[in-house]
């Protein structure tokens, strides 16, 4: 299945889709994402995020560890 950034736009919530091989770089997002970090545009938001979910939670709020299977 295919979809462009558009169909995240639809989903009632904040969006953020990202990789789960350790490294979590985020590959998709939608605007409720932007609005939630507080990021006027989608540099901002990467500036923030350095492109990976890691660097949005900080270490001792992370309730849910990934692993590799």
């Known amino acids: 299945m295919t979809c462009d950034d558009s169909c ?5 919530g904040a969006v953020c889709l990202m990789r ?5 770089h985020i590959l ?4 409720m994402a932007l609005d ?3 990021c006027e545009t989608r540099e901002d938001f990467s500036h ?3 492109d990976s979910f890691l660097a949005l939670a900080p270490v001792e709020r992370l309730t849910v ?3 590799q299977v």
């Open 36 to 38: 939630l970090f507080q």
């Open 48 to 50: 923030l995020s350095a």
């Open 28 to 31: 998709q997002y939608n605007s």
């Open 20 to 24: 789960a091989d350790g490294s979590e």
């Open 65 to 67: 560890r990934v692993e």
């Open 8 to 12: 995240y736009e639809e989903v009632a």
